[in-house]
């Protein structure tokens, strides 16, 4: 979980520079993370259905809402769409029992050694 917490933040911080080539990357290296969840621990103990279900029924949308907006290069709509997927993570980790691990919108750069800035 920690490779996602970290594409996490840096979708943010790449979406918020605008860079919106990297947004792309991390938004698809989210979605390897994802799958690579629903691979290699397909089942939980206390979801109420298996781990590739839960992902496709609560992250699907929003993860596809939030590719349109980074391809019409919408600010806006990116700002929108972040918060909308971050409020999903959080349903997904509700749903298996996961619900003390709450993900929030990143506030602080951990990464000073990348630029999130558009390349010029």
């Known amino acids: 979980m920690t490779l996602t917490q970290m594409r996490h933040a840096k979708l943010w911080f790449a979406g918020q520079a605008a860079n919106w080539p990297l947004a792309a990357y991390e938004l698809d290296e989210l979605q390897e993370g994802m799958q690579d969840a629903a691979t290699f621990h397909p089942t939980h103990k ?3 259905l298996p781990v590739p279900a839960l992902i496709e ?5 929003p993860v596809q809402q939030l590719e349109k907006a980074i391809a ?9 769409q972040f918060d909308a997927l971050t ?3 959080n349903a997904c980790h509700r749903a298996t029992n996961f619900g003390f ?7 602080v750069n951990p990464y000073s050694n990348q630029s999130f800035q558009p390349p010029q």
């Open 46 to 48: 206390d979801a109420p």
């Open 57 to 61: 029924k609560i992250m699907k949308d």
């Open 72 to 80: 019409a290069r919408d600010a806006g709509g990116f700002a929108q």
């Open 87 to 89: 409020e999903a993570c």
């Open 101 to 107: 691990n709450v993900v929030t919108k990143p506030s």
